[in-house]
């Protein structure tokens, strides 16, 4: 029997702050039938799962000279792990000390820590590297226990075969998945971006990331994240290579996942579903050819060679396509960047703000995902009502009324018109013609 009130240091699995220890179960619905919504809306009851107790298997993956990579240990001992081995463990990982990798093994999101210590073993080739991993129906609350992962492989690393701290989580953690869906909870439908987000944003898109983890992403893309915008509101197949360390990466995945949000009740329902697949391999080939639609990153470049399986190539900081009839939106135009500009000084307001006022009700975060939905509404908004009307016809007017470009923006607004199944004609005249 694992004793559950043992806290020593390296059972401290939970960092939840104080002042959310009273938010950290879900409220109960008022008495008129509506949900409560707590200010940092991160009230899951409404997706239909508990916030605690979601932890379907937790693992310790090791890199075996002879075997390669392989799991040591796993609970429960039955759980199907086949492939957790290479998506625990990224490709070129011997290059770097340590790293953290997001992935997705069938309708499930893991987190694993991955750790490298010198040693002075001739059968271990100088060096031991092992990942200590969870997995998920969600990845909504698999940041909290980074630092207990963390812990946790330099725990192996330096006591190899010492799991009782990972059998105390594990009981302390496990599962008790809902009825519905067969047990089984995938990634957040879109539906359930229904309720309205004032300041309080979807659960789903709200705690996942690290403070900062979005600011960085527009830092680094800078004018291109208007490119990526676009693509991810096409619901292309998006994937981004990177070198080791990959955990930054999987944290671009959520990010360009965010850009196509959109709160408009019934928008989108008939669309692909923007999946994140966070790291993938070789392995994963199979899976990635199903899929409509995806954001995945990986650190093995042949799949560049691989154009069967996506649509859009990001390499560092190129955003690439190998299709002709996407190539047009890798044109950045003039109201894209008059968008990333207006993105920008938002940015250095708010950073005003808080330095002058001492105001942190709001962040870069959700100045960020407020700012792109804001566009996607805008747009989804007016083409509705264009659609409804009795004359379906997109207009000049119409196209800048959503920020969009008449001109530039027609391939990108031509498309969008098709995937989504909105009835309207665009008419715009061409500047070439008299």
């Known amino acids: 029997m694992v004793e559950q009130s043992d806290r020593a240091p390296l059972l401290d699995w939970e960092e939840i702050p104080p002042n959310e220890l009273t938010q950290a179960v879900p409220a109960p619905a008022k008495e008129n039938g509506s949900e409560s919504n707590p200010p940092d809306g991160r009230s899951l009851e409404r997706l239909g799962w508990e916030e605690k107790d979601q932890i379907v298997a937790v693992f310790v993956v090791t890199f075996d000279t002879r075997s390669g990579n392989m799991v040591e240990w796993c609970l429960p001992q039955d759980v199907n792990l086949d492939g957790v081995e290479f998506k625990s463990m990224a490709s070129g990982s011997h290059r770097i000390a340590k790293d953290f990798i997001y992935f997705r093994k069938g309708c499930y999101f893991g987190l694993a820590c991955f750790a490298n210590m010198p040693v002075e073993s001739e059968l271990e080739r100088g060096a031991r590297m092992k990942s200590v991993g969870i997995l998920s129906p969600s990845y909504t609350l698999l940041y909290r226990y980074m630092h207990f992962l963390e812990n946790q492989v330099r725990h192996q690393l330096q006591c190899p075969g010492s799991y009782s701290p990972l059998e105390a989580f594990y009981e302390d953690k496990k599962a008790v ?94 669309v692909p579903e923007f999946r994140p697949f966070f790291y993938i391999n070789v392995a994963d080939i199979a899976a990635l050819a199903t899929e409509m639609s995806y954001v995945a990153c ?38 894209d960047r008059e968008k990333y500009r207006k993105l920008s000084e938002q940015r250095q307001l ?33 083409l509705s009502e264009v ?16 920020g969009l470009d008449p001109q530039a923006d027609r391939t990108f607004l031509v498309d969008l018109l098709e995937l989504y199944g909105i009835d309207a004609m665009l008419v715009i005249d061409n500047p070439c013609c008299p």
């Open 350 to 382: 708010l950073l005003y703000t808080q330095e002058v006022d001492g105001d942190c009700t709001s962040n870069e975060e959700d100045l960020f995902i407020l700012f792109f939905m804001e566009q996607n509404n805008r747009i989804f908004q007016t």
């Open 177 to 270: 998945l809902p009825p519905a869906r067969n047990g089984l909870v995938t990634a957040c439908p879109t539906n359930a971006w229904v309720p309205a987000i004032n300041r309080c944003m979807h659960p789903e898109m709200k705690i996942t990331h690290p403070a900062g983890c979005m600011s960085q992403f527009i830092h680094f893309f800078g004018e291109q994240i208007m490119v990526l915008w676009k693509f991810a509101l096409l619901r292309k197949r998006i994937l981004i290579f990177s070198p080791p360390p990959v955990g930054v990466v999987c944290y671009r995945v959520y990010c360009c996942c965010s850009l196509a949000n959109i709160s408009i009740p019934g928008i989108g329902v008939s």
């Open 298 to 335: 990986t650190t093995e470049k042949i799949f560049e060679e691989k154009k069967e399986l996506y649509d859009v190539y990001v390499d560092n900081q190129n955003v690439k396509t190998h299709r002709d009839s996407l190539q047009p939106l890798l044109r950045l135009n003039g109201v």
């Open 387 to 402: 659609a409804a009307s009795a004359d379906p016809t997109l207009t000049a007017e119409h196209v800048r009324a959503m």
